[in-house]
């Protein structure tokens, strides 16, 4: 089956520092991919779509200079949190499809959890 | 505003019995609606999805109902294992091309008991 690959799985940084995450769809090109963050005890709040070769499409109350999204290529986006704050500290989960329609699977990666000290 | 509401946060259930887990969204645009189990440390896997053109859909030992009137839906786990105890994600997306663009519910965390 289709596998979304998401790296680091976990990351510890320092007040003030940026952070890369990974997504990678690895045995299909995807179209969109979906960026998520989850709080404890929370749903799945979507923050971005991303779309390769053009800009990312923010939910609101999401700053898009805070949550750089680079989709460069078919198979890899990436999610930079830059000047990470402690509240910043969440589960980021990815997700990515191949298709518009409604019946598109949806495929997510096993989640990076960011704890900013 | 949470538009898919999840109102159990936990459920216990004996194996082999029924697992009914809860959903009720206000969105009357939502259209399609599916449930994710979700293990800790991992992202949320795709179990069954159900279009609001229909109000059942079987897969196995899952079933959803959708009750548009009400906007609510629910899971059917029958019989309930305890490879099943996981949390329980309703989602809901609309239609214009973006439809997979899904709006979560809080979760509700299955126990399946000996």
């Known amino acids: 089956g289709a596998v979304v690959s998401q790296h680091p799985s976990w990351v510890i940084c320092k007040s003030g520092t940026s952070v890369k995450i990974e997504c990678r769809s690895l045995d299909f090109q995807a179209t969109t991919m979906f960026w998520y963050r989850q709080f404890p005890k929370q749903s799945l709040m979507l923050m971005a779509t991303s779309n390769e070769g053009s800009k990312a499409t923010y939910e609101q109350g999401v700053e898009k200079d805070k949550f750089l999204i680079n989709h460069a290529s078919l198979t890899l986006s990436t999610l930079t949190v830059t000047s990470a704050h402690p509240e910043d500290s969440s589960f980021y989960i990815c997700?990515?499809?191949?298709?518009?329609?409604?019946?598109?699977?949806?495929?997510f990666g096993n989640g990076t959890r960011l704890t900013v000290t | 505003d949470q538009q898919v509401k999840q109102n159990s946060p936990s459920l216990s259930v004996q194996e082999g019995r029924i697992s009914i887990l809860n959903c009720d969204y206000t969105?009357?645009?939502?259209?399609?609606f599916l449930w994710y189990k979700k293990y800790p440390a991992e992202g949320p896997t795709f179990l069954i999805s159900i279009s609001s053109i229909k109000d059942k859909n079987e897969d196995g030992r899952f079933t959803v109902f959708l009750n548009k009137s009400a906007k609510h839906l629910s899971l059917h786990i029958v019989p309930s294992q305890p490879g099943d105890s996981a949390v329980y994600f309703c989602?809901?997306?609309?239609?214009?091309?973006?439809?997979?663009?899904?709006?979560f519910g809080t979760g509700t965390r299955l126990q399946v008991t000996l």
């Open positions: 969105n009357s645009m939502f259209d399609y």
């Open positions: 989602a809901a997306s609309g239609t214009a091309g973006t439809a997979s663009k899904l709006t």
């Open positions: 997700s990515a499809t191949q298709g518009w329609a409604n019946n598109s699977p949806l495929h």
